[in-house]
């Protein structure tokens, strides 16, 4: 019996290993929290200056509105903690920051916007 109920043991942690193999938790750590797991971050590597997936992993705020960019590290603090005018104020700066005014052009071995 005892061989039998550690057989069963190590079947059910195989098990558990493969569901959170295929499954990953839902909830990802965010650096702006204290508590480090945040139920609006995600993980992604997209990068939306360029357009394309990069080999660099981002991390996502979902609760960020009206922003093109809504990476996490653009962040100066957690988005559910700013006022709104230091939200607008983000805003206004990130997407000034992504879409530049005419004469710029993306350039990926700067990894960033230069003059034409």
């Known amino acids: ?4 109920s550690q057989t069963s043991e ?8 493969i569901v959170l193999a295929h499954n990953p938790p839902m909830f990802e750590p965010c650096e702006h929290k204290e508590k480090g797991i945040c139920p609006y971050s995600a993980k992604s590597k997209y ?3 360029v357009g394309e997936y990069l080999w660099e992993t981002y991390t ?31 805003v206004k700066n ?4 992504v879409f530049p005014r005419r004469g ?11 003059r034409i």
Not at 61 to 88: E, F, H, P, V, Y
Request: proline share 2%.
């Open 1 to 4: 019996m005892n061989t039998q």
């Open 10 to 17: 190590v079947w059910l942690l195989k098990k558990q290993a």
């Open 47 to 49: 990068d939306p200056e």
């Open 60 to 90: 996502y705020c979902g609760a960020m509105s009206g922003s093109i960019d809504t990476r996490a590290m653009k962040l100066d603090k957690c988005w559910l903690n700013m006022s709104k005018g230091q939200r607008s104020k983000h």
């Open 94 to 97: 990130v997407n000034n920051s």
């Open 104 to 114: 710029y052009r993306y350039d990926k071995a700067v990894k960033g916007w230069v």
